[in-house]
């Protein structure tokens, strides 16, 4: 499944970015508030270079990323494209691929989108990734979506998929998280992917 997801999420942001104005590129990415676009592509390239050429030492922290964007800052996103492509043909032969690998590259479609007013991701390409991880992440709640019932839990919440989704990967923050529909206590420190956002995200 994963390896699917990464592959249309590349393919998706390769041509959502390809042929950009300087002006777009530079554009800050609203969910990634110290990036541009371009940064986010650059990150994005070298995360999937890294994991080709087994260079992960300290993925997935902070240091990790930002070395991506460090060292491509002044890389043309045509030749960032390319290379992302390139690994991206390589990651296509592994056996595997780690899902985070997929659904930080699904994430960061997401921010892209939302950053260059463009339509939202649709709900085949972001669902699957929600019911696999939902049940691993909300154990004791039963979450009530648009999609359906995941979870068998004792406390309740019914939240649209898509704003579960990006609150899963620190896209919302913690008063968006808690004004969702609970029948109990929220478990804000346990389900996010990714620690919720200090300041509100409206897309």
Known sequence: MFE???REARQRVVGLTMGLSAGELGRAVPACPEWTVHQVVAHLSGAASDL???RMEGAPSDEWTARHVAERENVPVEDLLEEWNASGDK???MPRIPFQLAVDTLTHEADLRA?????RLPDTAWQPTLVWLTPRRLTGVTVKTEFGDLGDGPITLEVEGYELWRGCFGRRSRR???SWNWSGPAPIDEFPFFPPRESDLVE
């Open 4 to 6: 699917e997801i990464y």
């Open 52 to 54: 080709v050429s087994g």
């Open 176 to 178: 968006q998280i808690q």
């Open 91 to 93: 990651i296509a032969e």
């Open 115 to 119: 950053a260059l007013g463009r339509e």
